[in-house]
C-alpha cells in the first residue's frame, strides 16, 4: 500500500506540492521557519495558568488551529467554532502541557478531536450538505510580491483552491490522514496514536485517499 501511494504522487505530482506551496510549506516546516514561538518561560506560564503567557500562545497557535480546522471541516463558521473550543480546551488542559516540548503536536491532537467530534454531529451533517465547495475560500491566498510572477502566483492560488475543493470531496477520515500527514506532517505512527488505529490501517487509508485525491484531480492536471 505504501508503494501505492508513491506511485500516485509520482503520477500527479501536484496533488500535494500544489496544496503545500500555497500554504508555506508542512506546519512542521513552517514551524521551523518560525523563530519567534513561545520560549520556555512562556510554556511553563501556559501550564500554571498565567493569563498574559496563554494570550501569547494563543496568539502563536491561532493561525495554526484555525486553518486546520477549516481545512478538515470545509466550513469558515464551523472553523471559527472549532478554534474557541480548542482554546477553552487548551485552558482547561494546560496543566498537561509540557514546557520541554513542542507544543504544537498537542494542539493538533486537540483540533482534531474537536474536529472529529463535530463530525458525529448532526448539525455538522446538514451544514455539509448546504456549503458549496465551488464558493467556499478556504483560505491561504496567495498573494503576489514583488520577488514573485503574479501569473504564476494566481496560477498556485487557483491549483490550491482545486485541491482544497478535492480534498472536501474526501470522506473525513480519508481527509483527516492527508492533512495530519501532508498539512502537519505527523507520522503515520503518531495518526495511529490520535485516531485509535494501527499503524498498518493507517498507512492503507492514506495511500487510498493519495489514489482518490488523485482520481478527483485527474481532469485538472495535464497528463
Known sequence: MKQTGTMVSNQYPDTKTAYLRTRGGSLEDRSQQKTDGPDRSTLTGVRDGDPQALSVFFEYCFDRVYSLALRLTGDRTTAEDVT???????????????????????VTVITYNVCRDR?????????????SIDDE??????????????????????KSRVVDAALLRLPEDFRAVVLLRDYCGMRHARIAEMTGDSEAAIRKRYSRALAQLAEELKGFWNE
Open 84 to 106: 474557541q473550543d480548542v482554546f477553552v480546551k487548551i485552558m482547561q488542559a494546560a496543566d498537561r502541557l509540557d514546557p520541554d516540548r513542542d507544543p504544537l503536536p498537542w
Open 119 to 131: 463530525w458525529r454531529s448532526r448539525d455538522h451533517k446538514v451544514a455539509q450538505e448546504s456549503v
Open 137 to 158: 475560500q478556504t483560505g491561504g491566498r496567495m498573494v503576489a510580491t514583488p520577488e514573485s510572477d503574479p501569473e504564476v502566483a494566481v496560477l498556485d492560488a487557483e
